[in-house]
């Protein structure tokens, strides 16, 4: 029998220690190691994720070496990656680091670059619209060979500079998969900075976006230099520089465009806004028919074309792929629309052609049509081109086939709308425009109609704005007509001049939203109503996160009035 000493002995060892350590102690002596691990994950945490070892692993760890030391030390780094994730909150990925609009600074800049380490999966860095970061790509930049699978980087609106353009230079050779490279939104790309990509891009780049980087024409050879080196490249976007195309004479851009006939696997072109003029499209031109693989080629609001598209016509039927056309806001005169008439019959391809914002297009609408291959038609703009009631006539041969019909600010609509309503196929068309058309009741009362019958079930866009001739009972026939369910942004907005009470309608409207499942916004701007159903609107959409554009206190929350024709 004990004595009684060493009884109180042990009961006052007990009481120096913890409850949960004598019942651990006690199970612990009863259960191999390799059932105790997940017992200590359920009580407390393992011990991969606390770095606090359990009794005899130890023992374990020196068993399997310094490979399973390795693993915490990038399981621990992970966690790091999650922590700095977490606090810019964004998800933890190992493969997408996606950090836009994040207000980074110099210092995030830093310490991600220290955790690319536990990366090596990482497939996909985007740091844009983050323009406290500019001047300082250098530190991230300089472990870019600790990620050295990655296919895709975007680096957009960082204010970066020509220093931070060379470093990304020298790192490129660390990243041999790049494929995409987004630097758009960088004015300081532009002005020389560009030299530094120069031979250092690896040939299975595919996609080179530099939208409005302020490129010059200096810039322009130095790009056609880069392009000529990347064989693979399928897409480029030099879009929103005026300056790209100026002195065409002194062989800066020509040099860019011969260079693109060595991109024979280019399929997207996009010169929006470059500043083009007729000499520089003569340039252009000459490439295309090296380029029978083009599917896309946007040359839209460059408005010193007017006058010269003959110059680009007479090479576009050697583009047999072409499927998309975009030539929006170029002051096209009656001239170059014929010139284009003339070349599409060769464009057997062509699902989309865009002569919108063209005052002379609308007076040539019927030939177009008869041009076009109608059937494979899919988009087909006409907003703000002059329609005439005759062009009106003629664009409803097309309509049955669009998934497109833009008519904005085109008067003639108003009273008419009928006719290209009456001219659509069942469950097709997925974007309706008819901003500021003029449009009256009786325009509502057929498109309800129309929605009754199951031809808008398909339709995601409904622009119905600045058309304040249209009475009440319009806008109730039409939110209890039903048929909309696939709708995801619809605009009743009136001009900023006006203002009227929508409390006739508005019960309509409220039926329909439980219907409209996908509705991501709706814009009601200058309409009025009471403060009880203001609240009951701002509460049903706010509980679905749909953005709601709606004037606060009699003031303008978004959007402007675009110019009459």
């Known amino acids: 029998m004990e004595s009684a000493d060493g009884q109180r002995g042990r009961d006052g060892g007990s009481l120096r220690r913890s409850p949960l350590n004598v019942i651990m102690s006690q199970i612990r002596r009863k259960r191999s190691f390799s059932d105790r691990k997940p017992l200590g994950r359920f009580l407390s945490r393992s011990s991969s994720q606390t770095g606090i070892p359990e009794d005899g692993e130890p023992e374990a760890r020196e068993d399997k070496g310094g490979q399973s030391s390795g693993d915490s030390e990038r399981h621990m780094g992970w966690g790091g990656v999650s922590v700095f994730l977490q606090r810019l909150g964004k998800k933890s990925d190992s ?23 536990f990366l090596p ?39 970066l500079n020509a220093n931070d353009v060379a470093a990304l230079g020298n790192s490129l050779g660390s990243v ?38 302020q490129l010059t024409a200096a810039d322009a050879a130095v790009l056609g230099g880069v ?102 806001l170029c002051c096209l005169s009656h001239s170059d629309l014929e010139q284009l008439i003339q070349v599409l019959p060769s464009l057997t391809s062509l699902t989309e052609l865009d002569v919108s914002s063209n005052q002379e297009a609308g007076g040539v609408v019927r030939p177009l049509v008869s041009a076009l291959p109608v059937r494979q038609m899919r988009r087909l703009p006409l907003n703000s081109c ?19 019909v833009d008519v904005s600010w085109c008067k003639v609509v108003g009273g008419r709308l009928s006719l290209l309503l009456d001219s659509l196929q069942p469950s ?44 009440d009972e319009g806008w109730s026939a039409l939110f209890s007509a039903g048929g909309l369910g696939s709708l995801e942004d619809v605009d009743v907005s009136l001009r900023p001049s006006s203002s009227t009470r929508c ?63």
């Not at 600074?105 to 310490?111: F, I, Q, S, V």
């Not at 003629?394 to 497109?404: D, F, G, K, N, T």
């Not at 509502?444 to 199951?454: N, T, V």
């Open 95 to 117: 493969r997408n680091l996606r950090l836009g609009h994040c207000d980074l600074t110099a210092t995030d800049l830093l310490e991600l670059a220290s955790l690319l380490q």
């Open 227 to 328: 392009v000529a080196a990347l064989p693979r490249l399928s897409l480029l976007d030099v879009s929103c520089n005026p300056q790209l195309s100026q002195e065409v004479d002194a062989g800066g851009f020509k040099q860019l465009a011969a260079s693109l006939s060595h991109a024979t696997n280019l399929t997207t072109l996009r010169l929006q806004a470059c500043g083009l003029t007729a000499n520089g499209i003569d340039a252009l031109g000459g490439s295309l028919r090296y380029l029978p693989s083009v599917r896309e080629l946007d040359l839209s609001c460059n408005k010193q074309l007017s006058g010269g598209l003959s110059r680009l016509t007479c090479h576009l039927a050697h583009v047999t792929h072409l499927e998309s056309l975009d030539l929006h």
């Open 176 to 213: 041999p998969l790049l494929e995409i490279l987004d630097l758009s939104w960088n004015s300081g790309v532009g002005g020389g900075a560009l030299q530094g990509l120069l031979g250092k891009l690896q040939p299975v780049l595919r996609e080179l976006h530099l939208v409005a980087c």
């Open 386 to 404: 002059s329609l005439n009631e005759e062009s009106f006539n003629a664009l409803a041969l097309v309509v049955p086939y669009l998934r497109s």
């Open 503 to 565: 409390s006739a309608w508005l019960p309509s409207l409220l039926r329909a939203l439980p219907r409209w499942a996908a509705l991501a916004r709706l814009a009601l701007q200058r309409w009025t109503v009471g403060s009880e159903d203001r609240r009951l609107l701002d509460f049903i959409l706010r509980k679905r996160s749909v953005l709601l554009e709606w004037d606060q206190d009699g003031r303008e929350l978004r959007g402007t009035e675009q110019p009459e024709e």
């Open 428 to 471: 097709i068309i997925l974007e309706l425009r008819l901003s500021s058309c003029d449009l009256i009741t009786d325009d509502l009362h057929h498109l309800a109609a129309a929605s009754r019958r199951g031809f808008l079930s398909s339709l995601r866009v409904l622009d119905l704005s600045y058309n304040g001739s249209v009475g």
């Open 121 to 159: 999966q990482l497939e996909e860095v985007d740091v844009s619209w983050n323009e406290l970061i500019g001047g300082s790509l250098a530190a991230l930049t300089s472990h870019m060979q600790q990620v050295s699978g990655i296919r895709t980087l975007r680096i957009c609106s960082c204010r």
